[in-house]
C-alpha cells in the first residue's frame, strides 16, 4: 500500500516532524478573506456621508447608541469641514482669476507656489499655482478663462493668476494662446499651450482632470465626481483608467519637462525669465515637434 503524503493523519505528521516528507502546503485562504467585513462597509458608508446626511440618521437613529455614533461622525465631517474652510481662505482672495503683472511674476508665481497653506500639516508641499497667459479678442482665450473662473470655486486651495501673454513674454506668438503655466514648491511641472484638442468644446471637468495629473489639485472637486458618475452611468466614460500620463499629455497638447535641460520652460535667468519652447507641441499648434534653439526662448 502506497501512502499518501498529503493525508492528514498522524503517521504523516511524525514522518513531516522528522523532515522525511516536506511540509504540508499552506492552506489557501477563502474568497471571503478578501471582501470587506460589513462593519467595515457601514463604517465607510459613515465616512462618506455627508454633514446633512449623517445629521438625517442621527435623528432617526432607533437607540441611543446608534445616535451617539452618528453624531460622532456628523461632527467629525464639519470639524474637516472647517479645517477645509479655514485652508480655502489662506489661499483665495475672492473667486475667480487674479491678474498679474510681469513685475509681480516672480512673487505671485514661483514665490507664492513654495508656501505651505496655512493650517496643512503636510510641510514642503508647496501651493498649486495655475498662471493663464491670454491674449483679449481670441475666443480660445475667452473659453479658457471662462473655465477657469469656474473652475477656481471648485478648487479653492490653488491660486489662480491671469496676465497677457505678450505683457508676460515681448513677441509671444498669437498661436499659442492661452497657455497654462503650472507651478508648485518653485517649480513649473507643467504647462499647456493652445487649447487641448478637445478645442472649444474642453469643459472645466477636462481642465480640473489634467490639474490632477499634474499634482495641482490634490483631490477631485465634487463637482468631478459628480460628473463622473454620471459619465460612468451612461457609459461615456473612458475605456480604461490606466491611460497614463503620457497618454493625458498628448490629448492636452502639453509640453511635458522630459531630462533636465531638454525643456527649459520658465526660469529665473540673468535677464528676466523666459519660456523655452523648443521640442513641445500644442494641441491647436503645428504637429510635430518645433526645432529646439535659441530662437525658441522668448525672454521677459
Known sequence: MINDINADTEFNDALRAHGIIPPKPPTPPSPSAFLPSEQELFQHALQSASANALGEMEEEAVNSDDERLFQSYRLKKLEEMKHQEKMARSVRAGDGLRPISRDDFVKEVNEASKRDIEGDDEEGKGTGVVCFLFKDGMPASDHMRNLLNTLSTHQPLIHFLSIPGPQCIPNYPDKNHPTLLLYRRGDCVGQLIGLPRQGMRTT???????????????????????????????????????????????????????????????????????????????GSGSKGRRKEDSDSDFDM
Open 204 to 282: 472645466v471637468q477636462d481642465v480640473e482632470r489634467f490639474l490632477l495629473s499634474k499634482g495641482i489639485a490634490e483631490n477631485p472637486s465634487e463637482s468631478l465626481m459628480k460628473a463622473t458618475k454620471a459619465q460612468a452611468g451612461d457609459g461615456s466614460g473612458s475605456d480604461s483608467d490606466e491611460d497614463g500620463e503620457e497618454d493625458e499629455d498628448a490629448e492636452f497638447g502639453t509640453m511635458r519637462m522630459g531630462k533636465k535641460g531638454a525643456m527649459r520652460g520658465l526660469r529665473q535667468g540673468g535677464t528676466g525669465l523666459g519660456l523655452g519652447l523648443g521640442g513641445m507641441s500644442s
